[in-house]
């Protein structure tokens, strides 16, 4: 069984900063590609960043520039740094991470509970 824990969320003001983290945990052989989505009300959940397991990255137009995402392997641990927070960005971000259990097993796709980021005056 595989856990995939966030935190860093919370209230920030526009232009301010946070940095989330995600922890996986549990029966793990390897992971690939992880990533961080979110979702506002009312909308689809959309992809924000993903990194691969050799550390290319790739970000949605509405962050890029902004955020960063970063992993370290060795803590099975990924992260997202947010700088020039927009009202826009306020939405549940959601922990991705594609893991193998063992080295016979495919690649299944993970999901954290989330984390909520406010940005607001």
């Known amino acids: 069984q595989v856990q995939l824990v966030e935190s860093g969320g919370g209230l920030v003001q526009p232009g301010g900063s946070l940095r989330l983290s995600c922890a996986a945990s549990?029966?793990?052989?390897?992971?690939?590609?992880m990533g961080w989505y979110r979702q506002a009300p009312g909308k689809q959940r959309e992809s924000v960043a993903n990194?691969?397991?050799?550390?290319?990255?790739t970000y949605s137009d509405s962050v890029k520039g902004r955020f960063t995402i970063s992993r370290d392997n060795a803590k099975n641990t990924v992260y997202l740094q947010m700088n020039s927070l927009k009202p826009e960005d306020t939405a549940v971000y959601y922990c991705n991470a594609d893991i193998e259990i063992s080295r016979y097993s495919s690649e299944v796709p993970n999901w954290g509970l989330g984390t909520q980021v406010t940005v607001s005056s």
């Open positions: 549990g029966s793990i052989f390897r992971i690939n590609a």
């Open positions: 990194i691969t397991f050799g550390g290319r990255t």
